[in-house]
């Protein structure tokens, strides 16, 4: 860390130790015990401006505040089944752990990125037509939560050091111009840093699928979660796309995101072992990530063992609280901030590249109604 960097991280640490009881309590269970790499994902999102970077996290810590973010946990969806809908239809797992160290060659990945999780997420064919749009952010939100609170402390233990990041392996498998016109619901999902989506890649990929509530709530209030985007069965609309996003983000961001030949099993084998790859990097051919219930590895599905214990951990939680109305049936509702000026130009530039493309392909009339808010 820089000289600057450091007084920046200092004078943020500062103006936190300010904060009443309540946000302090908060802080606490955001961070799990590590307040200076937290307070430093806070700096990286505003360019190590103290100021701009306190504001963002007091803005976190009241959004979790008033939507009661540190209880999540113990709000499991209920039935069994709604939530199996939610998995069949919001694609995303942990798949497993990058490679530790004996194994890797030694130009293929750094010291740092050893033991880390890798998350697959199905962005073409996520759907989210099984539940409302509450059930699918509430499950958003859970993941985020069950990943900083479980899976990265947990990985931390096992390797006798800090772990705060993961990376994302998207796949775009589905993703097609012609199910542009389909598009009905406007949340942004997928890029957050929960997906571009938190770095405005997400804004790209689902924003073609169904997409924008969960990568703002990534963006401000999950910054710098992840390593690396790999983007893989990229077919020509998100190249397109990407084309024209690409020059609008920071430098930082697009450094994260590589796009990978076909299914990328080749590039990942080299920061993974082939357990840890993806299911739908392991197969030859073109068959779809969503329709692979039959695959024993499919980490996208409620019976994967990631999934089972995540659920399971929920219950569990609930009923530790002896509360009854936290397993009541029911959606919860949970505000979503406004999105960064930058998300929303990032935006309008897919929404316009679209409208050209359709030009192009004589489907104009089929995209007139196509806004991507």
Known sequence: MGIASQDASEQLSAL??????????????????????????????????????????????????????????????????????????????LSGYTKQARFRLVFSVPDCTWGVPVFAIGAGLTTFDKASVNYYIQSHIQMNEYRDRVVLPAASRKHGRYIGTCFKVLDMTGLKFSSLSNLKVSICYYFSSYFLFVSPLLYLTVGIQLVSLMATIDDLNYPEKT???????????????????????????????????????????????????????????????????????????????????????????AKSKNNESLIKHGSLHVDVPEPDPEGIEIINTIESELHKIGNQNGVTRSLSGLKIV
């Open 227 to 317: 390593e690396t985007y790999y983007i893989v069965n990229a077919p020509y609309i998100f190249s397109a796309c990407w084309k024209v996003v690409k020059p609008l983000l920071q430098e930082r961001t697009r450094r994260k995101v590589q796009v990978l030949d076909g299914c990328g099993k080749d590039e990942l084998l080299k920061i993974m072992d082939y357990a840890s790859l993806p299911h739908f990097c392991k197969r030859n051919g073109s068959r779809s990530s969503r329709y692979s219930s039959l695959d024993s590895d499919d980490c996208y599905s409620f019976d994967h063992p990631f999934h089972q214990e995540f659920y399971n951990y929920i219950v569990q939680q």
């Open 16 to 93: 936190i130790d300010q904060l009443d009881a309540k946000l302090k309590h908060t802080f606490q269970n955001m961070h799990q015990g590590n307040p200076k790499h937290t307070l430093a994902r806070f700096l990286k999102a505003r360019e190590w401006n103290a100021l701009k970077a306190n504001k963002m996290l007091v803005d976190c810590l009241n959004w979790r505040m008033q939507n009661q973010i540190d209880d999540i946990l113990c709000k499991p969806i209920t039935p069994a089944n709604l939530y199996r809908g939610i998995r069949d239809s919001q694609l995303m797992g």
